[in-house]
């Protein structure tokens, strides 16, 4: 069972566009939702994330939007440009004993941006 | 952020064979996690690394087949032992900064099993 799902699997934009991908989730546990990018042959890294007490935040052109009551949040990169494409996966995370928090990721989504 | 080293880089490697893979961070961390990651693929965790305890293994991953130590708050290893082709993957560990459970990660190992 998915527990954090991601959609679309693959995004195409022109330069200059807005790109947005999404993601939903079942357990009302979570507190914690960041969003990772990854180029090819790196290691993820870790981009904007929200806790469920703002609906939105934004840094740069990274926007991240947060519904709590349809338990969604999703990713807007404004202004895209080629160097964005690369993949992104978006997480939920929450503590599952004592101090422990663990990330459950959604399947990733590739993003290409055409000059 | 958290400045995180793995070591190898890449290997290749036969069947049968074990190899251990190193994760060096530039700070003293609590919390450090191995993931494998098949290409084009989302993140597995495999366990949790905490420093003074044993690991905590993730269901379908069990101690005898990838051992793990943590012997201090700024190094890890993780060892894939007996090694078949199903386990040619990228292995990343990561880190949890004790401040805001942000968690980053290293670059990867890419593991190939002939």
């Known amino acids: 069972q998915q527990q954090v799902k991601q959609s679309p699997q693959s995004l195409i934009v022109q330069k200059g566009g807005i790109s947005i991908i999404n993601c939903a989730y079942e357990n009302t546990a979570f507190d914690y939702f960041p969003w990772y990018q990854q180029f090819p042959g790196k290691g993820p890294a870790l981009l904007i994330a929200i806790r469920p007490d703002v609906s939105e935040k934004k840094e740069g052109r990274f926007t991240i939007s947060f519904n709590k009551s349809a338990k969604q949040f999703s990713l807007h990169i404004m202004d895209s440009q080629p160097g964005d494409s690369a993949t992104y996966f978006c997480?939920?995370?929450?503590?599952?004993?004592?101090?422990?928090?663990?990330?459950?990721w959604g399947l990733g989504t590739s993003l290409a941006v055409n000059p | 952020s958290a400045v995180i080293s793995q070591k190898p880089s890449r290997d290749i490697c036969q069947r049968g064979t074990s190899l251990t893979i190193q994760c060096q961070v530039d700070s003293q961390v609590t919390m450090m996690f191995w993931y494998r990651q098949q290409p084009g693929q989302s993140l597995t965790l495999i366990a949790t690394?905490?420093?003074?305890?044993?690991?905590?293994?993730e269901s379908g991953f069990v101690i005898d087949k990838f051992p793990i130590s943590r012997p201090n708050l700024t190094f890890s290893t993780l060892t894939v032992s007996n090694m078949s082709p199903e386990d040619s993957s990228i292995y990343l560990c990561?880190?949890?900064?004790?401040?805001?459970?942000?968690?980053?990660f290293g670059p990867g190992t890419r593991l190939t099993v002939l």
């Open positions: 690394a905490n420093q003074g305890s044993e690991a905590t293994y």
């Open positions: 990561s880190v949890e900064r004790d401040t805001n459970n942000e968690q980053f």
């Open positions: 997480a939920a995370g929450r503590f599952f004993s004592g101090n422990n928090r663990k990330l459950i």
